[in-house]
């Protein structure tokens, strides 16, 4: 607790949670990636996530318990960003001329902003494809029916392009975030320092490359 | 060659202050930025004005006395330089220049470009020192420093304390600074024994000034000694494990 009351503490919370919600963010990429297969295939794998570890665990508690450890993972990432962010404003003075920045990219300029819309897109799309809530979710949405609530979702051309523009947002904070965590957590040595930011530009593209592509296959009727 | 300077003026720390522009013309592009400060200085002090007020030392680029915001970039346009080292010549004829102080909560500006850095001072009071006893001197060659890690200490210590780093950084942060204070102790064996706790306490100290690191890497850009973040991350690294090995006593 008095380590998490640190600003450093808070920025290692950020990277190991940041890592947790990168496993996650990877594994719901693939796992969508089996729409591509169509034969109800995504149904059954939602379908086997529900039974994880069954019988050994009743049915669906594993399933709970990952989304336990991903609420909390969301909730502690957000609120050290939340605090670091007020402890920012507080140490900064505004310079009163021109500002010329050297280094700093966009997408580490835009963290905050990034974050927030992912966490707001995050509430639609749960709204849309695990809630069912209308108007979020499409009409005849049904539980347990992925691919066909996926596919009518994905026909709206406005929703189409909110997830286009979401997944772009993400992947501009994967962008900096994975490389960022190194240094919060403490890891750089010349031997591969490097390789830090290829991780990160290679993580963010196999993303936004891996979930965009879904809503342009429905545009098509590639699938659905 | 003429330029057209807008400097921040001051009177005090409690006052506003704002921007006054300066015609400064027949300098020489060999003159340094100070220099150029300084003829217009001499020009305000005989036309009976009151001259602008900045830090400066040395002028050789190692003491960490001078350092202003120029054109929006600390120590001004050009890499690796203090402010005393740039010339004129990076600058081009007729030229509008802007010059202000650093800027950051914890570096209150006291006149003109002048600012409160010892915030500094108290972060290297926690733990920028080594607790030996003194006495003769013991035989070199009984502790024995691999060259990489005496040369990676040795590019800590290049730090001048200008606060560049502090300044170029959205956030205020001195985790460079900071850093850098820390590790050119840290990574040798008389500065080792207190590694741990010399991070704890600076760290802490830190944080009641300034504000945490997001890994912009402004402040890497910006040192006129070229210090690395490397230094952030093993500082970090150091940091949590000294949490999570501290046993009270810090």
Aim: proline share 4%.
């Amino acid at each position: 607790m008095e380590f998490y009351r640190s600003a450093v503490g808070k920025k290692w919370v950020m990277g190991v949670t940041g890592i947790a919600l990168l496993g996650f963010v990877l594994a719901h990429m693939i796992g969508n990636l089996k729409v591509y297969l169509g034969d109800g295939q995504l149904d059954s794998y939602a379908h086997f996530l529900r039974e994880l570890l069954y019988p050994l665990l009743p049915k669906t508690v594993t399933l709970w318990l990952m989304r336990t450890g991903l609420v909390i993972a969301f909730l502690l990432h957000i609120h050290a960003a939340a605090s670091l962010t007020l402890l920012n404003r507080r140490a900064n003075t505004a310079y009163r001329g021109p500002r010329d920045l050297a280094v700093a990219s966009y997408a580490s300029r835009t963290m905050r902003w990034s974050g927030v819309i992912v966490a707001v897109f995050l509430l639609w799309h749960l709204a849309d494809l695990t809630w069912g809530v209308t108007p979020m979710a499409p009409e005849g949405w049904t539980a347990g029916a992925v691919e066909a609530n996926l596919a009518a979702s994905l026909s709206r051309g406005g929703v189409a392009v909110l997830y286009i523009v979401a997944n772009l947002l993400l992947g501009v904070h994967i962008y900096h975030g994975a490389w960022s965590l190194f240094q919060s957590l403490g890891l750089a040595h010349p031997s591969y320092n490097r390789w830090r930011r290829r991780f990160a530009q290679a993580f963010s593209a196999v993303i936004v490359i891996g979930n965009v592509s879904i809503p342009i296959a429905v545009w098509t009727g590639w699938v659905g | 060659m003429n330029i057209t300077l807008r400097a921040w003026r001051q009177a005090g720390p409690s006052d506003e202050g704002g921007f006054e522009t300066y015609q400064v013309s027949d300098l020489s592009s060999d003159m340094s930025f100070l220099e150029m400060l300084d003829v217009l200085n001499e020009r305000l002090t005989l036309e009976g004005l009151e001259p602008i007020a900045f830090d400066s030392d040395c002028r050789e680029g190692i003491c960490g006395a001078c350092g202003v915001m120029i054109n929006g970039r600390a120590h001004g346009p050009q890499a690796a330089t203090a402010t005393c080292q740039l010339h004129m010549r990076s600058f081009q004829d007729g030229d509008t220049i802007t010059v202000e102080p650093w800027r950051a909560a914890a570096f209150e500006v006291i006149r003109d470009l002048v600012v409160d850095r010892s915030a500094f001072d108290r972060i290297v009071e926690a733990g920028g020192f080594i607790t030996v006893a003194t006495g003769s001197a013991p035989e070199a060659n009984l502790t024995p420093v691999p060259k990489e890690t005496a040369e990676t200490a040795f590019d800590a210590a290049a730090c001048i304390g200008c606060g560049a780093c502090v300044a170029a950084c959205p956030n205020s942060a001195a985790q460079l600074f900071t850093a850098a204070k820390a590790s050119h102790l840290n990574l040798l064996p008389q500065g080792g024994a207190e590694r741990y706790v010399r991070t704890e306490r600076m760290v802490d100290t830190m944080e009641r000034f300034f504000g945490s690191c997001t890994n912009h890497g402004e402040c890497e850009a910006a040192c006129p000694k070229q210090i690395s973040i490397d230094f952030i991350a093993m500082m970090n690294r150091d940091y949590v494990k000294a949490k999570v090995n501290s046993r009270g006593n810090a």
